[in-house]
């Protein structure tokens, strides 16, 4: 602890603080250009996103983490699935990609609590950070992969209907 507080002071700080970054940091990344959040590669041992639904289960739960995205100006729901336009598949990936990032960037918020903090309560704000953005990170990477997929067969479909023309 390298801050001396009152415990009052403490207990405001540590009740008040994880909304303060939650939502600094959401209406923080709702203002920035899609465009910056194009996701990286697959990673081979994700196993296309089955990884997490095999080890955590991911579809019996995911849909009751709640969506912030809506909270704000800008935000792009990811509640449900509006379109299968190719367009709306790749934002709805950057989105992924974004609030991956958005989770990442608040558990590493959570050195902060350490300033005013005992030792026992930053433990509790470290396992806090992970509880409460884990699981998000995890169904944003889970989501990305079924979204890719559904993109490439939405594409090449496409592709299949299109009329040939030739020139000759």
Not at 6 to 16: D, T, W
Not at 90 to 105: D, K, Y
Not at 146 to 161: A, K, N, T, Y
Request: glycine share 6%; proline share 7%.
């Amino acid at each position: 602890m390298l801050l001396e507080l009152p415990k009052s002071g403490i207990i405001f700080l540590n009740i008040v603080g994880w909304p303060v970054i939650q939502l600094s940091l959401a209406w923080l990344f709702t203002q920035m250009p899609a465009n910056w959040f194009n996701p990286d590669p697959p990673l081979s041992w994700e196993d296309d996103g089955n990884l997490y639904d095999r080890l955590f289960a991911i579809r019996r739960w995911k849909d009751l983490l709640p969506d912030g995205s809506r909270w704000f100006t800008g935000g792009f729901a990811k509640r449900m699935l509006s379109s299968k336009d190719p367009g709306y598949l790749a934002r709805f990936i950057q989105e992924t990609r974004r609030g991956e990032l958005c989770h990442w960037l608040a558990m590493v918020c959570a050195p902060v609590f350490v300033l005013w903090n005992p030792w026992w309560a930053d433990l509790i704000m470290f396992a806090y950070a992970i509880v409460g953005n884990l699981p998000c990170i995890l169904v944003q990477r889970y989501n990305r992969h079924r979204l890719s997929r559904l993109l490439v067969i939405r594409i090449s479909h496409r592709r299949s209907q299109s009329p040939i023309t030739s020139s000759g």
